[in-house]
């Protein structure tokens, strides 16, 4: 019987200790976000650049949100292209030119992507590749981005990616 009761308590211990660790790790509003490393291309021409390549899912009343930015007082540009799981091009957005010393954001909205979702939700499962251009004396690791995944009426964030080039 005193056997019964210990291994008894041992289970319901071991149970405990699995559902709080469980609620840690699905608690996901205080973690830092995930951070993505990208692969800088070495071309010899005049100026140097980087890709970032980032997969998720974009639901019916959301768009994505991608911003780069660097700390260094230079100029570059950037562009992002939306792909679907066949590596189709859904959207391709334009140069967007930054000038020394700022940033940019765009915005995607998911009714811009001509894609059908999954059954029961709609959500669109989409690869972004983020394409920086930058003067040869500048390193991708000088640049840092973001995506987010917003709500297009509260602009809500429900996903963040922070990612480096």
Same mark, same amino acid.
């Not at 830092?32 to 970032?52: C, H, I, M, Y």
């Given at each position: 019987?005193?056997?019964?009761?210990?291994?008894?308590?041992? &289970?319901?211990?071991?149970?405990?200790? =699995?559902?709080? =660790?469980?609620?840690?790790?699905?608690?996901?509003?205080?973690?830092?976000?995930?951070?993505?490393?990208?692969?800088?291309?070495?071309?010899?021409?005049?100026?140097?650049?980087?890709?970032? &390549?980032?997969?998720? =899912?974009?639901?019916?009343?959301?768009?994505?949100?991608?911003?780069?930015?660097?700390?260094?007082?230079?100029?570059?540009?950037?562009?992002?292209?939306?792909?679907?799981?066949?590596?189709?091009?859904?959207?391709?957005?334009?140069?967007?030119?930054?000038?020394?010393?700022?940033?940019?954001? =765009?915005? &995607?909205?998911?009714?811009?992507?001509?894609?059908?979702?999954?059954?029961?939700?709609?959500?669109?499962?989409?690869?972004?590749?983020?394409?920086?251009?930058?003067?040869?004396?500048?390193?991708?690791?000088?640049?840092?981005?973001?995506?987010?995944?917003?709500?297009?009426?509260?602009?809500?964030?429900?996903?963040?990616?922070?990612?480096?080039?």
């Amino acid at each position: 019987m005193k056997n019964k009761t210990l291994r008894s308590r041992c &289970v319901i211990g071991l149970i405990l200790v =699995a559902l709080i =660790a469980g609620g840690f790790q699905l608690g996901t509003s205080w973690r830092q976000p995930d951070t993505v490393r990208a692969q800088a291309d070495e071309d010899k021409g005049l100026s140097s650049g980087a890709l970032a &390549v980032l997969l998720c =899912a974009i639901g019916p009343g959301q768009k994505m949100r991608l911003t780069v930015g660097t700390a260094r007082a230079t100029p570059y540009r950037w562009f992002f292209t939306v792909h679907n799981t066949s590596n189709e091009v859904l959207f391709r957005s334009e140069r967007i030119e930054v000038p020394a010393g700022e940033w940019r954001f =765009a915005d &995607v909205s998911r009714e811009a992507l001509n894609i059908a979702g999954e059954p029961g939700t709609n959500r669109a499962q989409v690869m972004v590749r983020v394409n920086i251009e930058f003067l040869r004396s500048v390193k991708a690791s000088d640049f840092i981005g973001s995506m987010e995944v917003l709500d297009e009426n509260t602009t809500a964030s429900s996903t963040y990616l922070r990612f480096t080039f």
